[in-house]
């Protein structure tokens, strides 16, 4: 596979490139030459096909050969090791539950998939690989979960006191193996800006080969396909057809795969990008005008973005037609009551709990569903288990939420995490003394 940046189509470079560079010099972003249109056979037999065989399909058709066929078939079935099913919660409503991997939100398809490619190109007897990352709660546990114990990478998980949940606390501070993490007395941006600080120091660079796993990175994007794919395969097993997808919306990675697999073939009518109060997207597709914010703080926090960073993608890849992109996708956006109307909401109809995230998804799903068509299948994303959001459910909601066995598990093990301050000197000293 070939890919260009997004701010220069000549300036191309092959996978491994892209992987490693996450981002083009030009602040681009890379995206692929050419997206293969999957064969008719696969699309219309998509239903008897199973989430490793679909990953693989998918995946080869896009890296051609930059991947051997058994090694690539080796890599998804280690990364994709758990299941995205679609529960029905009425008649043509299901949600796609994303949170059945180690870290329970569906970044962990990206960050899986990603720390394996990463250490599959690392030649023997490579300078390890360093992974930088500043996180305001699930990026950092999808990645320290997804790189624990993958061989020659180690990472450095910067998050700010005070501001993650409980559990994704445990998630990146019992790890221990090739997994650190530094508790920063600041905010998300101070974490944010030693990091950047860090990729242009020029004595760290020399010392180590660093690298970002943030969620720009195209490795990231491709395995986010394959559950798309799986949705519409369960869906069409059940004889369901006419799908939408309903996703919860911040950085636009996620839909942004969505659409990617609706260029590969994938058998939707409509997308629905939903989002909090920032509603950047929403905004645009109904006025044409793409005007970036400050990023407002709601509920939905793993939403607040006011410029999505994967925005570029999905407009490069609609580029020629920015009508055929807002006839394909509607934008909604719900603030915080609403939010927490719809948690309500869907706990009396289903007794189903959902994230604040999802449930914005749902809300989106639903108005779009009233307003337009009623005979579609709606799917919505669930994007990560309600356990991991505890503050923000009423009581009586909260109390029905069921811990997943394994955070049970992180709850016995100690907590580890260096303790620094938001000075870059403090966090440049702690890097080379603890090497
Ligand atoms: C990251 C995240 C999102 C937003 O996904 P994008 O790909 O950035 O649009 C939504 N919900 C949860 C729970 C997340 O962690």
Redesign the pocket.
Known sequence: MQLYSTNNPSAQVTFKEAVFNSMPQDKGLYMPVNIPRLDDKFINNLDSYTLPEIAFHVAKNLLGDDIPADDLKAIIDDAINFYAPIVELEKNVYVLELFHGPSL?F?DFGARFMSRIMSYFLADGEKQLDVLVATSG?TGGAVALGFLGVPNTRVTILYPKGKVSDIQELQLTTNGQNIRAIEVDGTFDDCQTLVKQAFTDAELNKKFRLTSAN?INIARLIPQTFYYFNACAQALKNGKNKIVFSV????????GAGLLAWKMGLPVEHFIAATNANNTVPEFLKTGIYQPKPSVSTLSN??DVGNPSNWVRIADMFKNDTEQLKSLVTGYSYNDEQTLKAMEWVYDAYKYVV?P?TAIAWQALKDWQQDNRTDTTGIFLS??HPCKFPDVFPDKIANKIVVPEQVSELQKKPKQAAKLGRDFEGFKAYLLSNN
Not at 248 to 255: A, Q
Request: proline residues 6%; charged residues 10%.
């Open positions: 939100a970044k699930d969620s919860p919306s911040g950085n636009f990675g996620n839909i793993a939403m994230c995230h994007t990560a």
